[in-house]
């Protein structure tokens, strides 16, 4: 069994917990809200716009044995620039004010989880940020596209208000693939306990963003 196989069967529990977060169920069956929509969306926002400025910090603390990660960080880099901006359109598409949302704090469990990841890198060993790619990418691939086409249908939005989801569905699977052929190269055993340990804290921190969406929204109507 190579590195990426282990990593995903011993985060099974914490990846299982994610997914009852309330707001799954509740887009799944067609009951969730614009609201709830836009509260999704700008958190990401909120943790997105940071994707880019954590790499390049993970890349800055790798050291010289492992250059050919530092490479891979480049790739992701030039991947990932610019995403946050597909959320703030997105966010314009549903009839929101997308400045509104750039100026907006993020919510607390968004903040925690930002936090952390900048934490292990400054403080821990980097190579943990891995970690969280695990988890922000493997839950996207695996119920971004199930959101968006029920998001559609419930809520009557158009195409056009889906191109981050969709750009991390199912189409993006060349990017599990890429990733689970870069953890398998790791084999110091670690480096491969801290990225377990660093999944396992972003699935249970990525979670409670989730949870908090609605009692967000609910305190904003009130």
Same mark, same amino acid.
């Given at each position: 069994m190579g590195f990426f196989d282990t990593l995903q069967s011993?985060?099974?529990t914490e990846r299982e917990q994610l997914f009852t977060a309330p707001i799954f169920s509740k887009t799944l069956s067609g009951a969730a809200t614009l609201d709830d929509y836009i509260a999704f969306l700008s958190q990401a926002y909120h943790h997105v716009k940071h994707t880019v400025p954590l790499l390049m910090a993970t890349g800055s603390r790798l050291p010289e044995k492992q250059e050919w990660l530092?490479?891979? =960080?480049a790739e992701y880099i030039e991947e990932e620039i610019g995403h946050q901006e597909w959320i703030l359109n997105d966010i314009a598409v549903c009839g929101y004010d997308k400045e509104t949302i750039r100026t907006s704090?993020?919510?607390?469990?968004?903040?925690?989880?930002?936090a952390?990841?900048?934490?292990?890198?400054?403080r821990?060993?980097?190579?943990?940020?891995?970690?969280? =790619?695990?988890v922000l990418e493997g839950t996207s691939i695996s119920t971004a596209d199930n959101v968006a086409s029920s998001l559609k249908q419930?809520?009557?939005?158009?195409?056009?208000?889906?191109?981050?989801?969709?750009?991390?569905?199912a189409l993006d699977?060349?990017? =599990?693939?890429?990733?689970?052929?870069?953890?398998?190269? =790791?084999?110091?055993?670690?480096?491969q306990a801290q990225i377990i340990h660093c999944a396992r804290m972003f699935y249970y921190l990525y979670g409670e963003i989730f949870r908090s969406l609605e009692a967000r929204y609910e305190s904003v109507r009130e």
């Amino acid at each position: 069994m190579g590195f990426f196989d282990t990593l995903q069967s011993t985060t099974r529990t914490e990846r299982e917990q994610l997914f009852t977060a309330p707001i799954f169920s509740k887009t799944l069956s067609g009951a969730a809200t614009l609201d709830d929509y836009i509260a999704f969306l700008s958190q990401a926002y909120h943790h997105v716009k940071h994707t880019v400025p954590l790499l390049m910090a993970t890349g800055s603390r790798l050291p010289e044995k492992q250059e050919w990660l530092r490479t891979a =960080v480049a790739e992701y880099i030039e991947e990932e620039i610019g995403h946050q901006e597909w959320i703030l359109n997105d966010i314009a598409v549903c009839g929101y004010d997308k400045e509104t949302i750039r100026t907006s704090q993020p919510a607390r469990a968004t903040e925690l989880m930002i936090a952390y990841a900048y934490d292990r890198i400054q403080r821990g060993n980097p190579i943990g940020f891995f970690g969280m =790619v695990h988890v922000l990418e493997g839950t996207s691939i695996s119920t971004a596209d199930n959101v968006a086409s029920s998001l559609k249908q419930s809520l009557s939005l158009p195409e056009s208000a889906f191109s981050y989801l969709r750009s991390h569905g199912a189409l993006d699977q060349q990017h =599990v693939k890429f990733f689970a052929e870069l953890m398998d190269q =790791v084999i110091d055993p670690d480096d491969q306990a801290q990225i377990i340990h660093c999944a396992r804290m972003f699935y249970y921190l990525y979670g409670e963003i989730f949870r908090s969406l609605e009692a967000r929204y609910e305190s904003v109507r009130e």
